[in-house]
């Protein structure tokens, strides 16, 4: 199992309890930082881990700032991310159950160590129930796809940016 594991400037000393709890575990970690204190931008690293994530070079994410909202927000932008925001077991739980959150985000500043490997082991144990949440998550997945790529956007732009050139260039030659 490999896990991709991402913090802000306030959850360094979090984060490097975390990881010694997944290396314990004989789990492959992914440090994509920050490895300072000085002050930086969450959606940095938010994004890295969700990334890696969605691309496969992981098989799940950890994401640590002070309060977990801001990863949260950040790493469900990804698509095909399922951030969980878990401040005890039983959210954990249900994260993976019911929802199949493939990534855990923590605050560093609202639960302690002890209550966060208690959370990461919980998340890590529990298995995806499928059933019924399947169609569920399967909706979310539905929308992502409807939502326009870049690559989109700028493709359909420069069509239009096309079309109003060739329509300048004969209203002008009049």
Same mark, same amino acid.
């Given at each position: ?23 314990s ?41 002070n ?5 949260? &927000?950040? %790493?469900?932008? !990804?698509?095909?991310?399922? /951030?969980?925001?878990? @401040? =005890?077991?039983? #959210?954990?739980e249900y ?10 985000? &923590?605050? %560093?500043?609202? !639960?302690?160590?002890e209550? /966060?490997?208690?959370? @990461? =082991?919980?998340? #890590? ?35 239009w ?14």
């Amino acid at each position: 199992m490999k896990i991709a594991i991402g913090c802000d400037h306030r959850g360094i000393e979090f984060k490097s309890k975390v990881i010694s709890i997944l290396k314990s575990k004989n789990i492959e970690v992914i440090d994509v930082g920050t490895d300072t204190e000085k002050s930086c931008d969450y959606p940095d690293f938010g994004f890295k881990v969700a990334e890696f994530v969605a691309q496969n070079k992981a098989d799940w994410g950890i994401l640590i700032c002070n309060s977990g909202i801001g990863m949260s &927000i950040v %790493a469900n932008k !990804v698509k095909g991310i399922r /951030a969980a925001l878990c @401040i =005890n077991e039983k #959210l954990a739980e249900y994260s993976r159950l019911h929802n199949n959150a493939n990534v855990l985000v &923590i605050g %560093a500043g609202f !639960v302690s160590i002890e209550l /966060a490997e208690s959370i @990461i =082991n919980k998340w #890590l144990e529990t298995k995806f129930e499928g059933d019924r949440h399947i169609k569920r998550l399967q909706k979310i997945s539905d929308f992502e796809e409807k939502q326009v790529s870049k690559e989109e956007c700028d493709r359909i732009v420069k069509k239009w940016q096309d079309e109003v050139r060739k329509w300048q260039s004969k209203t002008w030659r009049r």
